[in-house]
């Protein structure tokens, strides 16, 4: 493989990294300029539910368990409570009831929040967090040891 060929690789796994890491802020990006704008409370974990779906398609059915929480957090004085998918983490025991999580609310109407770790590690902000990481991983190094160097077309 040429150096140019290489190079031209290195463009792509950095253009791909780039372009996750954008898509990723933007799927957050209303929760974070919510928590960079002080709307935030901490709220308190009250109610923990599994329900089981019953999933049918294609092949057998099977059954997925879904993991919902209870999130209750105060505003002026105010008490309201927000009910969030806890994805995998409340499956794998990392979430339980007494447990304190940042709420991210909307300056107009703070009954309308979001639990702030469930927007950041949704199923695709975590896919693309992890597809950024190697992007970034393989291709900064390189990038660093080529940027200086000129391009020989090797035969």
């Not at 290489?6 to 990723?24: E, N, P, S, V």
């Not at 709307?39 to 099977?62: C, F, L, M, N, W």
């Not at 994805?87 to 009831?97: F, P, V």
């Amino acid at each position: 493989m040429s150096t140019i060929q290489k190079r031209q690789y290195l463009k792509y796994t950095l253009a791909t990294g780039w372009i996750c890491l954008f898509t990723m802020l933007l799927l957050s990006g209303q929760i974070l300029t919510g928590f960079l704008g002080g709307y935030s409370a901490v709220g308190t974990v009250v109610d923990k539910q599994i329900y089981i779906e019953h999933i049918r398609g294609t092949g057998s059915p099977r059954e997925s368990e879904l993991h919902e929480i209870t999130v209750q957090y105060q505003v002026a004085g105010e008490t309201y409570q927000i009910y969030a998918n806890a994805h995998i983490y409340a499956g794998l025991g990392l979430i339980e009831e007494g447990d304190t999580l940042t709420v991210v609310y909307s300056s107009g109407n703070p009954a309308q929040a979001q639990v702030l770790s469930y927007a950041l590690y949704s199923p695709m902000v975590s896919i693309l967090g992890y597809v950024t990481f190697v992007c970034f991983l393989v291709g900064f190094p390189r990038w660093l040891l080529w940027r200086n160097k000129p391009i020989t077309d090797e035969k």
